[in-house]
């Protein structure tokens, strides 16, 4: 099922991203496994993409809902929901639209892989995350992270130029674990990876992956 919200419109980034999502490496493959296992319940997947994650979701999730803004990602998505082995309904639009209106019963999980990088403010909407998630409800995140050094410098230098225009808003040098222990989430566990090798010139250089919960006393 796919409801109408505000979309975004971006060709080149959404051609670009349907050709490597459908060539992932062995590597990130790995990650989007170790970030989904163990969820179960009810899980809000923000910024869907193709629906990659949909194959790697464990037989313990009984409903994902999913919120993808670009619109020409969101068939993908709700194809590859088709082909899910969990019930997965895709919700075309932004996050920020999705979370302004729905009142509806809480997540057990938030999944959030490789968009945070690109939500216009992802402080506010880290805290309206928090909030619809039930006391001891899990943020589980996989997402690109700031370095430091030269290609820390490098990133800062794309994220004020042409980088987010030609990529989906995405922006290189966010320090992601500091915005989500913000948003009063405790981070359980997190580390970082390499995103690619060290010698290949693009902004993008590491991973963050993680878990955090919201506290039970929230």
């Not at 923000?46 to 409903?63: K, L, S």
């Not at 690109?118 to 700031?146: A, M």
């Not at 990876?193 to 919960?213: D, K, M, N, Q």
Request: glycine share 8%; net charge negative.
């Amino acid at each position: 099922m796919t409801e109408s919200s505000d979309t975004t419109d971006n060709p080149f980034f959404a051609r670009l991203w349907t050709f490597l999502s459908s060539h992932e490496t062995e590597e990130i493959q790995r990650l989007r496994t170790e970030n989904l296992a163990g969820l179960s319940g009810r899980v809000l997947e923000v910024g869907a993409g193709t629906g990659t994650n949909f194959a790697y979701y464990p037989a313990t999730v009984t409903e994902v809902v999913a919120v993808e803004p670009e619109r020409r990602l969101e068939p993908h998505a709700r194809a590859a929901a088709e082909k899910a082995p969990v019930p997965v309904t895709v919700s075309a639009g932004t996050v920020e639209k999705y979370l302004g209106g729905t009142d509806g019963e809480p997540f057990d999980a938030v999944v959030c892989s490789l968009v945070l990088c690109s939500i216009e403010d992802p402080d506010t909407v880290l805290r309206q995350l928090f909030s619809l998630l039930r006391p001891g409800g899990e943020l589980r995140f996989l997402e690109h992270v700031g370095s430091g050094g030269f290609r820390g410098r490098l990133q800062k230098v794309a994220d004020a130029t042409v980088w987010p225009r030609m990529m989906g808003n995405c922006h290189t040098h966010r320090d992601t674990k500091a915005s989500i222990v913000g948003a009063g989430f405790e981070v359980d566990r997190s580390r970082n990876e390499p995103a690619l090798p060290a010698w290949f010139p693009t902004p993008v250089a590491e991973y963050t992956i993680g878990r955090a919960t919201k506290p039970v006393a929230s």
